[in-house]
Structures are given as structure tokens and as C-alpha cells.
């Protein structure tokens, strides 16, 4: 009876490490790090990247609002700046083929391309990035469209106050649930742009003149991609079934060890 209590612990505490595996492997990549190579020029919020290498990733606040970018060796930070979540539709998330996408403004020739969303391999919510005023003044007047901008600092946290910037000059407020409404009427009345994937080791088309900056990635993080639900919760990865499961086997094992242990008083 000892050796069989002993066998029921066994599985008892094989089943809690199988459990804390599960988990650990679901945080692995919470930050969404990923290689990008640009082969020219492009502007981020508050900072122009000369073409190159860098590495994205989320920055580590409780908002989970700021992305950061460091240098290809990711030993020094270049810039940081508020996003806001900006979902796609299923069709554009397939069509990209598991690959980040980056989508620039239109602007003239002449004009630094600037970004204004990013998503993450498989991710259905992407970003769209928040220019300081200044910035966002000259990019609305160059692209003729409005452009998402903000005066909070990002370096000292928490919510960004956003507002757009018309190509006038003009602000207005920022209203996400009409933004939300005009993205759905826009999408239903006119075909879909194609997704601009970047894509491993070859250069992506990101518009009609081949002349334009484009992107491509490296090796991103061998880690699953996760899924971000909204900014404010941390993405996952794996389902909770299995979790579910594992609980299960675990509540049995247990059960099973003091059904034993009765046995042998």
C-alpha cells in the first residue's frame, strides 16, 4: 500500500510540473519581440530610422500601450511611442501568411515613409502608432489624410491623450467607437488594399512604386506567437483545454492518493 500512495504521489507531482511547464511556455513571449530589416529611410513615432535592422517588442508597462524599438543588437533603445489596437479581418490575417505586416501612410515622393500600422504574425488586433503633434502636423499635410496624434510623454506612462490632426492643421477629437464605424462602412463599400506582409528573408512590395522603402524580417522569436485579445491583457498562446485537462488529472491523482492512504489505517 506504501508503494501504490507513493506511485499516487508521483503522478500527483508529475501532473503540477506538467501544469507550470504549460504555463511558462504560454509567457514566453509576452513582449511580441520581433527582427525587422527596412531598406530605407522610415519614420516611427518621434524618431526616422535609417535602413537597417532593428528588434520590436512591446514595452513592459501595465497598459501593454507602447512599443519600443532597439538597435538589430537590441542593446540600445531608439524610440518609444503609444499605439492604439486596430483590428483586421480574418481574409488579411490569412493572407499574410504568418509573417508581421507593416503598413506605411501614403505620402508623396520626397516624403519619409512613415508607419502607421503594424501587426504581429497571426495577431487579428494590430497597432496603429500615435505621432507626437509636431510630427502628426507634418505627416496629415503631406499625406492629405488625418493623422492620430498626442502631447502625453510616453516615457512617463499610462494613457495617452489622442487626438487627430486634420491635413488643415485643424484637432479634433478622437472618438474610437466612429473610427471603428468608418473603418467597417470603408471596408464594405470599397475592395480591400492588400495586406503587406514582411516577409523572411526577401523583400515585400508595400506599393505601387518599387522605388519605396520596403521591410523585411528575420529570424523572429522561435517562441509560438501569441495572441493579443485587447492592449490591456496580456496575449496568450496556448489554449486553456489543456490546462483544463492537466487540473483534471491532477484533482484525480489526488483524489486516488487519499483514497489509498484511508486504505492503509
Request: glycine share 8%.
Amino acid at each position: 500500500m506504501k508503494r501504490l500512495t507513493s506511485v499516487a504521489a508521483a503522478a500527483f507531482t508529475a501532473a503540477f510540473l506538467t501544469v507550470a511547464i504549460n504555463v511558462s511556455a504560454q509567457d514566453s513571449n509576452i513582449n511580441q519581440r520581433t527582427f525587422l530589416t527596412f531598406s530605407g529611410p522610415v519614420q516611427m513615432p518621434g524618431v526616422t530610422l535609417p535602413a537597417g535592422k532593428y528588434v520590436f517588442r512591446l514595452a513592459d508597462t501595465s497598459l501593454h500601450n507602447v512599443m519600443q524599438v532597439f538597435d538589430g543588437e537590441e542593446k540600445d533603445i531608439i524610440g518609444q511611442w503609444f499605439f492604439i489596437p486596430r483590428n483586421r479581418t480574418t481574409e488579411e490575417a490569412n493572407a499574410a501568411d504568418g509573417k508581421p505586416v507593416v503598413v506605411f501612410m501614403e505620402v508623396p515622393e520626397g516624403v519619409t515613409p512613415a508607419v502607421k500600422y503594424y501587426f504581429y504574425p497571426t495577431d487579428i488586433t494590430g497597432k496603429e502608432f500615435i505621432y507626437p503633434k509636431d510630427q502628426a502636423l507634418k505627416l496629415a499635410a503631406a499625406s492629405k489624410q488625418p493623422v492620430l496624434a498626442t502631447d502625453t510623454d510616453v516615457s512617463k506612462g499610462g494613457e495617452a491623450h489622442v487626438f487627430t490632426v486634420e491635413p488643415s492643421g485643424a484637432e479634433a477629437a478622437y472618438d474610437a467607437n466612429a473610427t471603428a464605424n468608418q473603418n467597417q462602412q470603408a471596408a464594405a463599400s470599397a475592395p480591400a488594399e492588400p495586406a503587406a506582409p514582411v516577409a523572411a528573408n526577401r523583400p515585400t512590395d508595400l506599393g505601387a512604386d518599387r522605388d519605396r522603402t520596403v521591410g523585411t524580417s528575420g529570424v523572429a522569436d522561435q517562441n509560438p506567437a501569441p495572441r493579443q485579445q485587447a492592449s490591456s491583457e496580456l496575449p496568450r498562446t496556448a489554449s486553456p483545454f489543456q490546462l483544463i485537462g492537466l487540473l483534471g488529472l491532477m484533482a484525480l491523482a489526488g483524489g486516488f492518493g487519499l483514497r489509498l492512504a484511508r486504505s492503509t489505517n
